[in-house]
């Protein structure tokens, strides 16, 4: 049976195209349009899709209005087509926090006659929504470490996709000011990864700042990888850019950077798996046990996606299973016992 889908925008134009995209896919069927938020819930009283595309920009009601009510009232996996711009990529965001699953960048703004580039992205996106869970975290404790002396040498690298963001925003906001040194590699394209970065940095107690060519990695502060770029760790302790191929279709890959994490800082590293489909991670993890540091892989229940993870997981090459709630205090204890704390 066919994944069902609803398609949400204000042009009629969009939603045709948006349509006849699904549909080049056989096992996808749209089953029903509306052109704002106001006609969706009404149709969602009567058709009960599996995934809904959702505009953000919308005249009569607004993407993030209409997705706080359709969590409130039908909770359904939803997917936001953005524009690839930085209000959009923020709007994004914050749909992330009111629950959305994932987005889709519209390539050239609002009505976009070349969608045909994101097909694949899209149909791959809703597979994977159909199949996630919506999961509301709430807010986690903040924990309390000793001076920064203690974790001069560990550094923490945490890699997410599906359902990343608003996992990463809950155990960076429990983290302190004198935080070990963090690396943040989440699948997003370029211009998406700055916002989330700044986004970060308003909420947290320490720094967060998208990675630049040559930028230290120290304690209290997180580097976020670029969009479009793999992040990889130098035997000097900074960040280089590369762009080589793509990793498991992507850039940036949780592979890169967890790999050469592990080469230069071995035992002190922490690798850490979030929500996501696919396998990258899995083989960074590998090499971070390898060199004798330690590895956490959030757990089923807590997981939009238990894609990565679980992957992982069935490698061998995770320490501890842990629930989003539980995994900052995870990395403090792994830390420390790096120390023989």
């Not at 700055?194 to 990675?211: G, I, N, P, Y």
Request: proline share 6%; charged share 25%; with cysteine.
């Amino acid at each position: 049976m066919p994944t069902r889908v609803f398609v949400v925008d204000d042009s009629a134009l969009m939603r045709k195209i948006i349509k006849d995209l699904i549909e080049s896919d056989p096992e996808l069927k749209v089953v029903g349009t509306a052109s704002d938020g106001i006609h969706v819930l009404e149709k969602l009283d009567v058709i009960n899709p599996d995934v809904i595309t959702l505009d953000v920009n919308m005249k009569l009601m607004d993407g993030l209005t209409t997705l706080k009510l359709i969590m409130e009232k039908h909770p359904i996996p939803v997917i936001m087509l953005s524009n690839a711009t930085r209000k959009g990529a923020e709007e994004t965001l914050k749909a992330l926090e009111y629950g959305a699953i994932d987005y889709v960048a519209k390539p050239s703004g609002e009505i976009s006659l070349d969608l045909e580039k994101i097909r694949d992205e899209l149909i791959t996106k809703i597979k994977a929504a159909a199949k996630a869970k919506i999961v509301k975290h709430e807010d986690i404790a903040s924990v309390s470490v000793p001076n920064e002396e203690t974790f001069k040498e560990n550094l923490i690298v945490i890699g997410a996709s599906t359902g990343g963001p608003p996992a990463i925003e809950k155990i960076l906001k429990s983290l302190p000011e004198n935080t070990p040194s963090l690396l943040i590699v989440q699948h997003m394209p370029p211009g998406f990864t700055r916002s989330f970065a700044r986004r970060l940095s308003t909420l947290c107690s320490f720094e967060v700042k998208e990675a630049e060519e040559g930028d230290y990695i120290t304690w209290g502060k997180a580097l976020v990888a670029p969009g479009g770029y793999h992040m990889i760790v130098r035997e000097d302790k900074t960040v280089h850019l590369v762009d080589p191929p793509l990793v498991h279709g992507i850039k940036p890959s949780v592979d890169y950077a967890m790999k050469t994490a592990a080469e230069v800082f071995r035992s002190k590293t922490i690798g850490v798996l979030l929500t996501g489909m696919g396998r990258d991670g899995v083989f960074g993890m590998m090499e971070i046990k390898r060199y004798g540091g330690k590895t956490i892989a959030q757990d089923e229940a807590s997981c939009a996606v238990f894609g990565m993870p679980k992957a992982a997981i069935e490698a061998g090459c995770v320490d501890e299973v842990l629930p989003l709630s539980m995994i900052p205090r995870g990395i403090i204890r792994m830390c420390l016992s790096s120390h023989g704390g």
